[in-house]
């Protein structure tokens, strides 16, 4: 990966009304769905931060009770630092993992955001829609970033 966020290009092309969908007569573009859509990525995301906010408590834990602090119980330092580097450190651990899922929920909630913003220009049914049910969302989910 070239340090570009995921979908980005997507997100792009949508911005510049280059993204299409080919439609049959059976699907029904509905704004509920963006909707539900923009409040679950939300959700994923805030709680992705949470489960960061838990890793990097693993990471800065001062006590672990495994003997680490005894001189004669050599392997409990070792084993203490590896826990410390899985919580969070060295790229391969819960943290790094975790903020590459919500890089990820990120970009389809930006995807979806564009493509309803586009919508919301071409259709004013829709737009109405939209606007309302998003109105009603719980607080701290409307149009977090």
Known sequence: ???EAPMQGLID????????????????????????IERDCQAMKDQIKEYQRIA????NREVWGLGD????????????????SKAKG???????????HWDIIDGIQQLHREI?????????????K?????ASVPQGFQGKK
């Open 56 to 59: 990097q408590s693993i990471s």
């Open 13 to 36: 092309a949508a911005k510049n009304g280059q993204l299409s969908v080919s439609f049959n007569d059976n699907l029904y573009v509905n704004a509920e769905e963006f909707v539900y």
């Open 130 to 134: 939209y606007n309302d049910l998003m």
């Open 90 to 100: 060295g790229g391969n651990d819960v943290h790094s993992i975790l903020q590459k």
């Open 69 to 84: 602090r005894s001189d004669w119980i050599q392997s409990a330092p070792v084993l203490v630092g590896r826990f410390r």
């Open 116 to 128: 309803a913003n586009r919508y919301q220009q071409s259709d004013a049914e829709f737009a109405a």
């Open 1 to 3: 990966m070239s340090g």
